[in-house]
Nanobody
Framework: QVQVAESGGGWVQPGGSLTLTCRTS????????MAWFRQAPGKQRELVAA???????MYGDSVKSRFTISKDNRQNTVYLQMDSLKPEDTAVYYC??????????WGQGTQVTVSS
């Protein structure tokens, strides 16, 4: 069974940085798209950033110029570098792997808290 697992969440002060990691149990190149989503209490899950297997990038409007998505194909890992963090970035962050054969595979999520 294909799995994805996030790590790297935690607490950070406003203006700080944090890097999230998502590792897949299978060759990451089998997934057409790897994406990060987040869900804050009482809000809908929203797209944060996505990267395709041809390295096309997409970002949510609220994180453009602050967050950077990247991946290491040899390590089957996707990263989300988060800079200039704001309290409104507080949420559970989820990694999602997607392709036509496996569909969408979600991780368990990792909590990010931005507060002073």
């Amino acid at each position: 069974q294909v799995q994805v697992a996030e790590s790297g969440g935690g607490w950070v002060q406003p203006g700080g940085s944090l890097t999230l990691t998502c590792r897949t149990s299978e060759n990451i190149l089998m997934f057409a798209v790897m994406a990060w989503f987040r869900q804050a209490p009482g809000k809908q899950r929203e797209l944060v950033a996505a990267i395709s297997n041809t390295d096309n990038l997409m970002y949510g409007d609220s994180v453009k110029s602050r967050f950077t998505i990247s991946k290491d194909n040899r390590q089957n890992t996707v990263y989300l570098q988060m800079d200039s963090l704001k309290p409104e970035d507080t949420a559970v962050y989820y990694c999602r792997a997607e392709n036509i054969n496996t569909g969408q595979i979600w991780g368990q999520g990792t909590q990010v808290t931005v507060s002073s």
